[in-house]
């Protein structure tokens, strides 16, 4: 195959039963990086989701037992980080069949580093582009107007933009929502490259059929205040182990901390329209990828 489309035999497709919903596969590997509002945007699209959680003891399924397609969720640990994290390893090896097999997939933040790591790329733990954090222009390639699954969202959020007075720059940049320290660094030639930032030349990239994004659609703006006031909490010394962060109310924040989560929060709520929409657009061509993959995987066996 030559493009990311599934070629189904409408004939075969005829004797297929359609009553079920597809079944989509999210893998979180950190509940402080949760799905958000993904689900119900995936929801809406009438998929049924199966949660794996990793740092919790879930088992990771196998190639064949994903369903129809798969989602894979950031977190704070290195894709290179298998020693604390063993699970990496066979998820690594699961991306890699998920691409080789053509299956249906979005990757986001860490799930796309280890995805690059997985076809051959190269992912830095920290980025020697340094971190980006809060609000960034994602910069479209030429290839992002062309490509199969990325040009409709991308349409979608570009409207989205002009109906609220956000500049695209004809078309050519949107904002996106960012928490990264590490980045991909290097993508193999199978793999399209769709977009960059100032702060991460690999932003948005296809390989298969997975979309792989270092940006958060799934976030929200209070997300993106609670995540900034407390990592400018850590960086103030106001605790001596991130993992502290994560029991912190606001009332145990210095106020420059707040000060920058609510500086975020505002810049987050003035992308959220270009947010939202790519976010929707994202879910959409995923479940109709997932759908046309199920109903391929039905044809076969009819």
């Given at each position: 195959m030559t493009d990311a489309t599934v070629p189904v035999d409408a004939a075969a497709l005829a004797a297929v039963p359609t009553s079920t919903a597809p079944i989509i596969t999210v893998i979180e590997p950190e509940p402080q990086a949760p799905i958000g509002r993904l689900r119900e945007w995936l929801a809406a699209e009438g998929l049924t989701l199966r949660m794996v959680r990793p740092e919790a003891g879930d088992p990771l399924p196998s190639l064949?037992?994903?369903?129809?397609?798969?989602?894979?969720?950031?977190?704070?640990?290195?894709?290179?980080?298998e020693a604390d994290h063993p699970w990496i390893t066979p998820l690594r090896d699961l991306l890699h069949g998920v691409v080789?097999?053509?299956?249906?997939?979005?990757?986001?933040?860490?799930?796309?580093?280890?995805?690059?790591?997985?076809?051959?790329?190269?992912?830095?733990?920290?980025?020697?582009?340094?971190?980006e954090r809060g609000v960034v222009d994602l910069e479209l390639k030429d290839a992002a107007a062309a490509d199969p699954l990325f040009s409709e969202i991308v349409d979608e959020a570009v409207r989205a933009a002009v109906?609220?007075?956000?500049?695209?720059?004809?078309?050519?940049?949107?904002?996106?929502?960012?928490?990264?320290d590490d980045g991909v660094v290097s993508l193999p030639a199978t793999a399209t490259l769709l977009a960059?930032?100032?702060?991460?030349?690999?932003?948005?990239?296809?390989?298969?059929?997975?979309?792989?994004?270092?940006?958060?659609?799934?976030?929200?703006?209070?997300?993106?205040?609670?995540?900034?006031?407390r990592i400018t909490a850590w960086k103030l010394g106001a605790v001596?182990?991130?993992?502290?962060?994560?029991h912190l109310s606001d009332a145990d924040l210095p106020a420059e901390a707040l000060a920058a989560g609510r500086?975020?929060?505002?810049?987050?709520?003035?992308?959220?329209?270009?947010?939202?929409?790519?976010?929707?657009?994202?879910?959409?061509?995923?479940?109709?990828?997932?759908?046309?993959?199920?109903?391929?995987?039905?044809?076969?066996?009819?």
């Amino acid at each position: 195959m030559t493009d990311a489309t599934v070629p189904v035999d409408a004939a075969a497709l005829a004797a297929v039963p359609t009553s079920t919903a597809p079944i989509i596969t999210v893998i979180e590997p950190e509940p402080q990086a949760p799905i958000g509002r993904l689900r119900e945007w995936l929801a809406a699209e009438g998929l049924t989701l199966r949660m794996v959680r990793p740092e919790a003891g879930d088992p990771l399924p196998s190639l064949d037992d994903l369903g129809d397609g798969l989602v894979v969720l950031g977190g704070p640990m290195s894709a290179h980080a298998e020693a604390d994290h063993p699970w990496i390893t066979p998820l690594r090896d699961l991306l890699h069949g998920v691409v080789e097999t053509w299956v249906p997939a979005v990757a986001i933040c860490l799930g796309a580093q280890i995805a690059a790591e997985a076809i051959g790329g190269t992912t830095a733990a920290p980025s020697p582009y340094g971190t980006e954090r809060g609000v960034v222009d994602l910069e479209l390639k030429d290839a992002a107007a062309a490509d199969p699954l990325f040009s409709e969202i991308v349409d979608e959020a570009v409207r989205a933009a002009v109906r609220a007075g956000i500049s695209t720059h004809d078309g050519t940049r949107l904002p996106v929502l960012v928490s990264h320290d590490d980045g991909v660094v290097s993508l193999p030639a199978t793999a399209t490259l769709l977009a960059s930032s100032a702060g991460a030349p690999v932003q948005a990239w296809r390989a298969g059929r997975l979309l792989a994004l270092q940006h958060h659609p799934e976030s929200t703006p209070v997300r993106m205040e609670r995540v900034e006031s407390r990592i400018t909490a850590w960086k103030l010394g106001a605790v001596d182990d991130v993992e502290e962060l994560k029991h912190l109310s606001d009332a145990d924040l210095p106020a420059e901390a707040l000060a920058a989560g609510r500086r975020v929060r505002a810049d987050a709520e003035r992308a959220e329209p270009v947010v939202q929409a790519f976010g929707r657009a994202l879910a959409r061509v995923l479940a109709r990828q997932a759908r046309a993959h199920r109903l391929h995987k039905a044809s076969a066996n009819v």
